[in-house]
């Protein structure tokens, strides 16, 4: 929404500029006019569109060409005056000023043009008839106003449409050759239908119109007013009104009839309201919201968002099976100018036996999302339109950001309900088939899986204490040859070797010494393949023996070759090993009391036994 | 900048006076006690002793007064002085009967102005109605209604009250959606019909009446002009317009003994003064990338003035407690405000001229003081002198007003007329208000002004000379825009 309004008038020497101004102003005609009126400027609360505006006067006699040129390029609008009784000032409007003002703007930058026909008073008749084929021929040209200084006529009327012409312009909604709005205005439109369209049943009823009504006008609806919109649209259109409600050729054919009659204000409104710029974009300031995240915090979905991204599911679920065809995940991402989800997603999270994702997928692909790019999740948010649908300020409030992870480890508790679990490991261990068992696909199912949809995470829910919460697997590769900071930052690492390969544990051994031996994130090594025959491993401590002296739990055996879906204990304890990391570090503080209560003991007793001695000596 | 200094200044007033407001309310409840009672026995009295006869006779030319509902002495002056404005109830009328139109609105959204329409309307007619005494209870319900809280017993600013009037009528205006919703067809059909020729839209349809801010303001609404020149190299910004409703002007420090006039008071308001540390751009350039905090020049005037009001007596002394100026200042009867009416910069020589004009008028004032105070002894009839009369009328005593009325009239553009006086007795913590203001006009009089004048407090009404008028300490002056003869209405 642009923050002022700057209008300039310009025209031949004699048909009114400065009138027109001080007439406006002082709401009288001046009798004296010098030259030129200094540049006026108008508060925001005086101006019918609540704009701050700027008017500046053109005087031939007192600016040069190269001040002109600069204030044609600082106007917002542009109002060139003509005199109805002078047939040479009419003439220069298209011989001279037009021609001159397309040469000095961007093209790319439009600059509408007003039309003005000062001293009516002076004539009889109406000077439209030459005037109107000027406008058809320029399509820059807003409005033409003919009015008279003298009598006060057309005053207000002439500024208010030089604001109108910034504030709502025609150009990107309709055109008026063809009598249709623009394609650009009907994709925008069509996607504010489907966001109002709250049952996804092609219709809006009478609930999803009230809903409508009062987010974009903020005014009660009366009932009498929603039989007559459907009465006018059944009267112009066969298929605008359906079941009773309005289908997206009646609601299409509304804008089309109020920008017609000259109401465009109205349908500029209802886009501003869904996010959409003066070009028909959606704005950054409505897909990415300003939003902060403090270091060592995570992001993740509050309830209402949940809530939310249910029913969105609910709402594209036609054939209720609790997952998404592709054809309903289509339609579900309509609102999308792209697809966001590629054919990886289908890997990351639950599926069906058809490979379709499910509710719990689809909501955990939604957790990931905005765990790992909370930015590109804000802006997904806002094609589905949450901030309008929840009556929220924007998709912030969507989110919430967890605790310090420092202040969680000194409380031994946290608030998060999304843990992020690295895997890491020699190359063909095993760690794709992790992530995918983590899906509950066995080896069968896996084998199916193409090359190029593969994935590097996996994120579902597993229950902790009964909590429902979210682990994120991310599969670190292993051709990088030092591990970069966001590798090693996670909740818990899971260290996978190859049962059958002797050379697999080298590597986890090595990773495990250099980067978490004296770190306070949990470890957990995974012998993966275990259906496979164990063989020695090259390095010189077995990995029982390793797990022991660095005091690991033992090794976690693990296999995807599995008749049916591999078991999901092993990402519990993952889980919960994320959720409670001062547990596994309360081991030695217990080991390192003992020790100290024995020393001191032992003290005591020494100290004891010398003060015995001591006093026997003074018998 | 004097704007924003007395806005402040005025807050802190009111913020004293409601911390003081507290202690005086035990106080103020046994006096209303008292007062009620002494009431009851007058009017017992009044009732037993007063002949019908005697009623009627007292009728003529009088308006009704207002009961006082407990310290509201402040709401029924302004309510008389706003009953004295022509302008104000016409306009009223229009806003009123525009509202009861619109079927959409519900009653209790334009309560505040029909019950002011109500009691205005009683308070401005000619004809003897059937009240003495108004009630004006309707009109503070409508205005608790707008979360303006008002204690019975709690002493209020009648300047204050006028701002709480001005905003909430604003605000009911306002009210009207701008934006035509896209379920509306009642308003895209009433567009169909009006069908205007001599504009003509992109679009192709007629175009719609449009929202009238531009022009149906409030008559007490203004404009000011300001600008800032820099001194160095006399670059001016763009003249900047502001709104206002009233103009507060704060008494300048004049010589001992000589009188404060409202000219003087609003050359004070519109004289230039001197701001530092504000960059120029101008300078920024020229100096090439030097950055100098250049000296700027800032102007103000008013300029288009509708219809004006005037008033400040509060002032901190220099402990910095808040004390009443008791000075009193001159005004008349007529106001000129042509010269406070702003020109370009173009005219620069022409504001010259003024101003000697203005120079010129000042020295012979000197000998038309002491001219009056000899006059005063001798004639009585003679008008208080001041700085906007020409300097030919001041070495002729005995000259009468009209003639006075008639020069004026015939050269001044911007004239404006006394409509009603309201004025404060007493001090800071407690006083009381009262009004002096015109007859109502008869309806078939040429002029909407009557000459005969009334002095009002809350329900005691009595005839008042101008002379009387002119003399007292005004707090809040209401003057009302005269039109030429032979002039077209305005639209």
């Known amino acids: 929404m642009r923050k002022d309004v700057r209008i300039l008038l310009v025209g031949e020497p004699k048909v009114g500029k400065t009138s027109l101004i001080m007439s406006l102003v002082s709401e009288e005609f001046p009798d004296e006019v010098p030259p030129r009126a200094e540049e006026i400027t108008i508060p925001a609360d005086v101006t019918p569109e609540r704009v701050p505006t700027h008017i500046v006067d053109y005087s031939e006699a007192e600016q040069s060409d190269e001040q002109l040129y600069q204030e044609i390029t600082k106007a917002n609008v542009i109002c060139i005056v003509y005199s109805v009784n002078n047939k040479k000032s009419i003439e220069k409007v298209t011989s001279h000023w037009i021609p001159l003002i397309n040469e000095r703007t961007d093209k790319d930058s439009r600059v509408p043009l007003i039309l003005v026909g000062n001293k009516s008073d002076l004539v009889e008749h109406s000077s439209m008839e030459t005037i109107l084929p000027i406008m058809n021929q320029y399509s820059e040209i807003e409005t033409c106003v003919e009015c008279s200084a003298k009598n006060l006529k057309n005053i207000s009327e002439l500024f208010y449409y030089a604001q109108k012409a910034v504030l709502h312009p025609t150009g990107p909604l309709y055109s008026p050759e063809e009598k249709e709005m623009k394609p650009s205005c009907i994709k925008a439109l069509t996607r504010i239908f489907k966001i109002s369209d709250l049952d996804n049943d092609g219709i809006l009823n009478d609930n999803e119109l009230n809903f409508f009504q009062r987010t974009c006008f903020n005014i009660p609806l009366a009932p009498q007013a929603l039989e007559d919109v459907k009465n006018v649209v059944r009267k112009n259109m066969t298929d605008g009104v359906k079941d009773n409600g309005l289908t997206l050729k009646g609601f ?56 939310f991204l249910q029913s969105v599911f609910d709402k594209h679920d036609k054939d209720r099976d609790c997952a998404l065809s592709p054809d309903e995940l289509k339609d579900l991402f309509k609102v999308f100018p792209y697809m966001p989800w590629g054919p990886d997603v289908n890997n990351t999270v639950c599926t069906n036996e058809q490979g379709w994702i ?103 829910t597993t229950y902790v204490y009964g909590q429902e919460k979210y682990l994120l697997l991310h599969e670190v590769l292993p051709d990088v040859e030092f591990l970069s900071e966001a590798d090693l930052a996670c909740d818990v690492v899971c260290l996978v070797y190859d049962i059958s390969n002797p050379r697999s544990f080298e590597y986890c051994a090595k990773v495990y010494k250099k980067h978490f031996m004296d770190s306070k994130t949990p470890c957990v090594i995974i012998a993966a393949k275990s259906d496979l025959h164990e063989a020695r491993q090259y390095y010189s401590l077995s990995p029982l023996d390793f797990c022991r002296k660095h005091k690991l739990h033992p090794p976690q055996l693990f296999t995807c070759n599995t008749t049916e879906a591999p078991s999901k204990d092993l990402y519990t304890k993952l889980t919960t090993m994320a959720m409670y990391p001062h547990m596994t570090q309360a081991d030695l503080k217990n080991s390192t009391f003992w020790l100290r209560a024995s020393v001191g003991a032992t003290v005591f007793a020494v100290l004891g036994f010398a003060m015995y001695k001591a006093l026997l000596k003074q018998r | 900048m004097p704007w924003c200094k ?21 106080m103020m409840k046994n006096w209303g006690v008292i007062g009620g009672i002494a009431a009851a026995m007058a009017a017992g009295v009044y009732v037993l002793w007063g002949p019908i006869s005697d009623r009627r006779k007292k009728r003529k030319g009088m308006v009704p007064g207002l009961l006082n509902l407990g310290n509201t002495c402040f ?3 302004l309510l008389q002085g706003l009953a004295a404005c022509p302008s104000f109830i016409r306009w009223l009328e229009d806003f009123t009967s525009q509202n009861s139109a619109d079927r959409e609105r519900t009653e209790r959204e334009t309560q505040l102005s029909r019950s002011l329409m109500q009691l205005l309307k009683a308070l401005s007619s000619h004809d003897p109605g059937e009240d003495d005494v108004l009630d ?69 349809g007629p175009l719609h009446p449009i929202p009238s801010l531009w022009r149906t303001r409030h008559p007490f609404h203004g404009r000011l002009t300001s600008y800032m020149a820099c001194k160095r190299c006399e670059q001016q910004s763009p003249v900047h317009y502001d709104s206002f409703d009233s103009l507060s002007l704060s008494i300048p420090s004049i010589q001992w003994g000589r009188p404060v006039t409202l000219d003087q008071c609003l050359q004070h308001f519109i004289s230039s003064e001197t701001i530092k540390e504000v960059e120029c751009e101008n300078c920024t350039k020229q100096q090439a990338g030097e950055l100098v905090n250049g000296e700027v020049l800032e102007s103000q005037r008013t300029t288009f003035v509708k219809q004006l009001k005037l008033g400040k007596r509060l002032t901190w002394s220099k402990e910095g407690s808040p004390i009443k100026r008791q000075e009193h200042v001159q005004f008349t009867e007529y106001l000129s405000l042509d010269r406070y009416k702003h020109c370009s910069a173009a005219q620069s020589q022409q504001k010259t001229s003024r101003t000697n004009k203005a120079k ?46 008639t020069y004026d009239y015939s050269t001044s553009e911007y004239l404006f007329r006394l409509t009603a006086v309201l004025v404060h007795h007493g001090d800071m913590h407690s006083g009381h208000f009262i009004t002096y203001r015109r007859c109502p006009a008869a309806p078939r009089g040429t002029s909407p002004f009557s000459s005969q004048w009334l002095w009002v407090s809350d329900d005691s009404v009595r005839k008042a000379s101008l002379q009387e008028v002119l003399s007292s300490s005004a707090y809040l002056l209401f003057y009302e825009r005269m039109q030429r003869p032979g002039l077209r209405v305005e639209e």
Request: glycine content about 6%; charged content about 25%; overall charge positive.
């Open chain 2, 75 to 77: 709401m029924n002056s």
């Open chain 2, 360 to 405: 010129a008028s000042a020295d012979p004032k000197d000998k038309a003081i002491a001219n009056g105070v000899d006059s005063e002894h001798c004639n009585n009839n003679k008008p208080q002198s001041n700085g906007t009369f020409p300097s030919v009328f001041l070495h002729s005593p005995g000259l009468s007003s009209q003639l006075n009325l």
């Open chain 1, 252 to 307: 299409l054919f509304l804008h089309t009839l109020f920008i017609q009659r000259g109401r465009h204000e109205t349908t500029w409104t209802v886009l501003r309201r869904f996010g959409y710029d003066d070009d028909l974009e959606l704005t950054q300031e409505y897909l990415f919201p300003l939003f902060k995240i403090p270091p060592d915090c995570t992001t993740e979905l509050n309830h209402n968002a949940y809530l």
């Open chain 2, 6 to 26: 007395q806005g402040t200044t005025d807050k802190l007033v009111r913020e004293f006076l409601r911390t003081g407001a507290a202690a005086r309310n035990k």
């Open chain 2, 136 to 204: 004006a209870g309707g009109l503070l319900e409508a205005l608790r209604l707008y979360r303006w809280h008002i204690s019975s017993f709690e002493e209020q600013d009648a300047h204050e009250l006028f701002h709480v009037l001005t905003s909430s009528l604003e605000e009911e205006q306002e009210r009207q959606p701008r934006v035509a919703h896209l379920f509306d067809m009642q308003t895209l059909e009433k567009s169909v019909e009006s069908k205007e020729k001599n504009i003509s839209c992109r679009s192709g």
């Open chain 1, 358 to 460: 499910t509710y719990q997928g689809y909501l955990s692909q939604w957790t990931l999302t905005t765990y790992l790019d909370v930015q590109r999740c804000l802006e997904y948010l806002g094609y589905l339109g949450y901030s309008i649908i929840q009556e929220q300020e924007s998709q912030a409030a969507a989110i919430t950001v967890t605790r310090n992870k420092r202040i969680d480890l000194q409380k031994k508790q946290t608030q998060r309900s999304v843990f992020r679990c690295n895997v890491l490991g020699a190359r063909g261990c095993g760690k794709s088939g992790f992530l995918q068992a983590f899906l509950g696909r066995n080896l069968v199912r896996q084998k199916r899986i193409r090359e190029d949809h593969k994935s590097y995470y996996a994120i579902s």
